[in-house]
T-cell receptor, first 108, second 115 residues
Framework: RKEVEQDPGPFNVPEGATVAFNCTYS??????FFWYRQDCRKEPKLLMS???SGNEDGRFTAQLNRASQYISLLIRDSKLSDSATYLC?????????FGQGTELSVKP | GAGVSQSPSNKVTEKGKDVELRCDPI?????LYWYRQRLGQGLEFLIY????????KSGLPSDRFSAERTGESVSTLTIQRTQQEDSAVYLC?????????????FGPGTRLTVT
């Protein structure tokens, strides 16, 4: 079983749609959680951290459920510029463990 | 300020040759990581340096792979006797010392092609 699992997609949505990404992790000792974004042929960049209380940054909302070992990312009112691969990331022993990523394509 | 830099940006090499990839982390970042990303795949952890501690080499796929870091600065990843399956983008990232911060800043990567 992979340490971090994501639906690979692709998710094809129209502009303005709401899209949700899900992620599960296998090691309950994982300490911190993040969503990274990776544009085509570019390096990953931190999108947001994920906290148990949930956190929001503009159109983006992240949630963590430690009991279920589940992380989510919600994007509201999606824009063309949101098209990218979204990487679910957990930390373990000082290292980041990356999921395979979910590809999002927002169409006009 | 300056971000993480990597060189070369692209490297084409013949099977069996050795290659050396370089990473310059952000100044003051004590943690440095190497990852590999094959085409269409996720990031695969290779090795992690933290200050003067022994590096975590648990992700290195074979003994053909090695990495060094001089103090808290430059790191080099060496691949000996390259194979076609080594073709990938090699990404370097740096951060402040975990758990102070887990936010990793990535370099643009080195695209390695083994022919």
């Amino acid at each position: 079983r992979k340490e971090v699992e994501q639906d690979p997609g692709p998710f094809n949505v129209p502009e303005g749609a709401t899209v949700a990404f899900n992620c599960t992790y296998s090691n309950s000792a994982s300490q911190s959680f993040f969503w990274y974004r990776q544009d085509c042929r570019k390096e990953p960049k931190l999108l947001m951290s994920v906290y148990s209380s949930g956190n929001e940054d503009g159109r983006f909302t992240a949630q963590l459920n430690r009991a279920s070992q589940y992380i989510s990312l919600l994007i509201r009112d999606s824009k063309l510029s949101d098209s990218a691969t979204y990487l679910c990331v957990v930390t373990l022993g000082g290292k980041l463990i990356f999921g395979q990523g979910t590809e999002l394509s927002v169409k006009p | 300020g300056a971000g993480v830099s990597q060189s070369p940006s692209n490297k084409v090499t013949e099977k069996g040759k050795d290659v050396e990839l370089r990473c310059d982390p952000i100044s003051g970042h004590t943690a440095l990581y190497w990852y590999r990303q094959r085409l269409g795949q996720g990031l695969e952890f290779l090795i992690y340096f933290q200050g003067n501690s022994a590096p975590d080499k648990s992700g290195l796929p074979s003994d053909r792979f090695s990495a060094e870091r001089t103090g808290e600065s430059v790191s080099t990843l060496t691949i000996q006797r390259t194979q076609q399956e080594d073709s990938a983008v090699y990404l370097c990232a740096s951060s402040l010392a975990p758990p102070l911060s887990y936010e990793q800043y990535f370099g643009p990567g080195t695209r390695l092609t083994v022919t």
